[in-house]
């Protein structure tokens, strides 16, 4: 189901599937493309779906630098120009909020929809902990070496709204994915990226002129949707009652009746 793609500096490991109009769909932490598995047999039945592992994660290479959103934005540009991709509807959650919406800012004509979930553009007058601990240079990856499963499954059950956390399958791949010291110090550059992130964001969000969907679930809720009502003319939100962070795990149906 995974292919191998080269796009500018990387090997891009990606999910493909179906046919028809195209629709990309980015990850966040600590998921590969795996966290979208769970709708991408029913999307493909209408489109062509592809989901990549964002650079530095899953089975991408594992660079160098690279890790701020407009970067992560140009590496989705370029894997759709690869696959010969005009235009896509875009599909988003958490880390991969960020490029997806500067994708959409950047080349409006390429992106025919922007759907994002469970993400904030900046601080939000707020910063989860774990943000400052990841942004530490060096420090996450070698306290949790060989803790991966301990400090990850923490995601995983606060993600899911009734605590249960992943499937084995899934579970299996994302710590897998997340295991050893090069895999999280990729994951953490994404984070000790984000004072450039932000920056960018603040340059370029105000030309958000493509359609958007946000959608809230526990915990960021309606914030990403009310964060985008200055920039994006063409704005619906939802929220998900009873559903954790990672939507299109916990409540899968209800994503699909949206995508």
């Known amino acids: 189901m995974t292919t191998t793609i080269r796009v500018r500096d990387l090997d891009v490991n990606v999910a493909?599937?179906?046919d028809g109009p195209a629709m990309l769909l980015m990850h966040g932490f600590p998921h590969t493309w795996q966290v979208w598995s769970r709708v991408m047999p029913v999307l493909a039945e209408t489109r062509r779906v592809i989901a990549p592992d964002l650079r530095g994660l899953g089975g991408t290479t594992r660079a160098d630098d690279g890790y701020d959103a407009g970067s992560l934005a140009e590496d989705a540009r370029a894997l759709l120009d690869a696959l010969g991709v005009a235009r896509a509807e875009v599909v988003a959650l958490d880390l991969g909020v960020p490029p997806a919406v500067l994708l959409a800012c950047r080349y409006p004509e390429r992106v025919g929809r922007l759907v994002v979930m469970e993400a904030m553009l900046g601080s939000a007058g707020f910063t989860p902990w774990w943000f400052g601990f990841h942004q530490v240079?060096?420090?996450?990856?070698?306290?949790?070496?060989?803790?991966?499963?301990?400090?990850?499954?923490?995601?995983?059950?606060?993600?899911?709204?009734?605590?249960?956390?992943?499937?084995?399958?899934v579970r299996g791949a994302f710590l897998a994915a997340y295991?050893?010291?090069?895999?999280?110090?990729?994951?953490?550059?994404?984070?000790?990226?984000?004072?450039v992130t932000n920056d960018q964001l603040g340059a370029e969000l105000p030309d958000l002129s493509v359609?958007?969907?946000?959608?809230?679930?526990?915990?960021?809720?309606?914030?990403?949707h009310r964060q985008l009502q200055p920039h994006a003319a063409d704005l619906a939100g939802h929220v998900f009652p009873e559903c954790g962070?990672?939507?299109?795990?916990d409540r899968p149906d209800a994503l699909l009746g949206l995508l």
């Open 137 to 169: 240079p060096g420090l996450a990856e070698e306290v949790l070496a060989g803790h991966e499963a301990e400090y990850l499954d923490f995601f995983w059950r606060a993600g899911t709204y009734d605590g249960k956390g992943l499937d084995a399958d």
């Open 179 to 195: 295991s050893g010291k090069e895999s999280l110090r990729c994951a953490f550059a994404h984070y000790r990226a984000m004072s």
């Open 211 to 224: 359609p958007v969907t946000a959608i809230g679930a526990r915990p960021v809720g309606d914030i990403l």
């Open 245 to 249: 962070h990672i939507i299109p795990l």
């Open 16 to 18: 493909i599937a179906g």
